[in-house]
């Protein structure tokens, strides 16, 4: 018997669209912000190694969640096509196919912290029920089996009836209509109609599921839809200056919605305000919880830091400051009453991260708080509503745990942060850097006066020097822009009277303690990237 291998696929990837949108639905209804193609995702990066997850991070930057999470999407159409093409020579095969999808969905779903078991089951079992029977129809309405016995008794050949079953219903009329009894223009027209319904039915499922799921949690409150109660003023803040005005420069205070964004979840969690505590928990005389309105009720501090991930390659973008306000960590750990043994201290967040710091890091004058705002606001959710921890002067990835659960007080050798078994370092202190914002790469600039501008940070210590050198010439220093205070970047500019040709424009920057920011090319692991950062810029007349 013919088959018709083509339309069969189409049958399939649309079946198994239809499963993704039932699934993610599904997921959303049960749970705001839940999804199966997001556990998914998260049990990929979880199996895969640590290398390959950072040189993955590395190439694709801020866009490796989205890359990775249709690639998921990509390969599951492709299985459905499979499912399809196999499905229609052996009806038995479907059902069993999506059960074993339906059950390694439920086993990243319940390896996910952020899923609720019962909404990850129903969510699989709809999604393998849903593609089945869509598959079903469709298969049923595939005119392969009629064509091969009147395409034969039309008399047309083997290519005449390839082009019978190829040609879109939309095309076929422009070129020889081929009106072969059964073909074309009756059931392939009732094949595309539905398969064409069904698979925009799947997008409006799926696109539902992840408006809704955006939707209930107004993206900042977590499952409760009132906004998070405003976060009391602080006095005696100081204002951000305005800074240099050079056009291009990175403003003093990044505006939180440029901000840039490095975790590992694939869904922000979504937190029930209600229901959300903070527990001090681990090596401290009396444990405690904290629910969000006591937190906001606490004396507060608003203060800017400049906070950067391990992963900034030099010149990179994964750096910025922000106004912090919040808790300060001291404060906090003197009620609970660090143990003598409690040396480290370890965030951990509701969607399964951690990240460890010396306790003497709350003490010893720099700013380290457990931050509830954001550049004026509360949190918002993808920078870890309701509460995060912000520590100046080390990387993100040894301290600043988003989406905070608790805070635990642990000895420093026995407990480890999320990073540091992957190969990352223990400590992780912010190097010195600095970075060229204009002219930007690839910009072609104009002979004459012009700025080479951007800005440096030595968090917990403070810029004192920014030099530029261009070719091979002397390093010349540059003007700094206000200083706000020593955890915060520091803007700097320095006029060229451009000249025409290609030039290599390379900076580096002295703290505060009189160290040179070094020359020594370092990668990003194992614990933050060193060398100047270099631009070539080529200048016309
Ligand atoms: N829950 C959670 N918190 C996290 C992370 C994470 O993966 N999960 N990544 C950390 C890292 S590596 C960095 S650099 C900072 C980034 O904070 P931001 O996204 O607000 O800029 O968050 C930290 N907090
Ligand atoms: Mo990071």
Redesign the pocket.
């Known amino acids: 018997m013919k088959q018709n291998p083509l339309l069969a696929a189409v049958a399939g990837t649309v079946s198994a669209a239809v499963a993704l949108g039932v699934g993610e639905l599904l997921s959303a209804l049960g749970t705001p912000g839940q999804s199966l193609v997001g556990s998914v995702a998260g049990e990929v990066v979880d199996r895969t190694p640590g290398p390959i997850i950072h040189s993955a991070i590395e190439a694709l930057g801020t866009n490796d969640k989205p890359v990775l999470l249709t690639i998921i999407v990509v390969v599951c159409l492709a299985l459905g096509a499979a499912v399809g093409v196999l499905g229609h020579r052996r009806r038995r095969v479907i059902a069993p196919v999506f059960a074993v999808a339906a059950l390694l969905g439920i086993g990243a779903g319940l390896h996910d912290p952020l899923t609720s078991r019962w909404v990850v089951v129903v969510a699989a079992l709809g999604a393998a029920v849903a593609g089945t029977t869509t598959l079903q129809q469709p298969l049923r309405r595939i005119p392969g089996d009629e064509l091969e016995t009147s395409a034969n008794a039309a008399g047309l050949t083997a290519s005449e009836r390839r082009s019978a079953l190829n040609t879109a219903p939309t095309t076929a009329p422009t070129t020889a209509p081929i009106t072969v009894p059964g073909v074309g223009t009756g059931n392939r027209r009732a094949f595309f109609a539905l398969t064409g319904a069904v698979g925009v039915g799947a997008v409006a499922l799926a696109a539902g599921g992840r408006a809704l799921s955006n939707r209930s949690t107004g993206l900042t409150t977590g499952g409760s839809a009132t906004p998070p109660p405003p976060l009391p003023e602080v006095p005696g803040v100081p204002s951000a200056p305005a800074g240099l005005t050079v056009d291009g420069i990175s403003p003093i205070i990044t505006p939180t919605a440029e901000?840039?964004?490095?975790?590992?979840?694939f869904t922000y969690?979504k937190v029930d305000l209600a229901s959300w505590r903070l527990r001090i928990s681990g090596l401290v005389d009396r444990p405690m919880e904290f629910s969000y309105e006591e937190l906001v009720a606490m004396p507060q501090v608003n203060i800017p830091v400049t906070?950067?991930?391990?992963?900034?390659n030099v010149g990179g973008e994964?750096v910025?400051t922000a106004y912090w306000q919040g808790i300060p960590l001291a404060t906090l750990l003197d009620a609970a009453g660090v143990q003598s043994a409690g040396t480290q201290i370890v965030?951990r967040?509701?969607?399964?991260?951690s990240?460890g710091f010396p306790t003497a890091a709350a003490h010893d004058g720099r700013t380290a708080l457990l931050a509830l705002g954001?550049n004026g606001e509360p949190l918002p959710l993808?920078?870890?509503f309701p509460a995060?921890?912000i520590v100046e002067g080390l990387?993100?990835?040894v301290?600043?745990?988003?989406?905070?659960r608790s805070i635990e007080l642990a000895d420093w050798d026995t407990v480890n942060g999320?990073?540091v078994p992957l190969g990352w370092s223990k400590e992780g202190p912010v190097k010195l850097q600095s970075r060229i914002d204009v002219p930007r790469s690839g910009e072609s600039v104009m002979a004459g006066p012009t700025a080479i501008a951007g800005v440096a940070w030595a968090p917990g210590v403070g810029i004192s020097r920014v030099e530029v050198r261009i070719d091979d010439g002397d390093w010349q220093t540059a003007d700094l822009g206000p200083e706000l205070t020593d955890a915060t970047w520091r803007q700097w500019m320095l006029r060229w009277n451009a000249t025409t040709g290609r030039h290599t424009l390379r900076v580096r920057a002295t703290d505060s303690t009189g160290s040179v920011q070094t020359s020594d090319v370092a990668p990003v692991e194992p614990n933050g990237a060193t060398g100047h950062h270099t631009r070539q810029v080529t200048v016309r007349a």
Do not use: E
């Open positions: 901000f840039y964004r490095i975790d590992t979840a969690p906070i950067a991930c391990v992963s900034n994964l910025g965030g967040s509701i969607d399964g991260f990240a954001m993808k920078h870890g995060r921890l990387y993100g990835y301290s600043a745990t988003k989406w905070l999320y990073w």
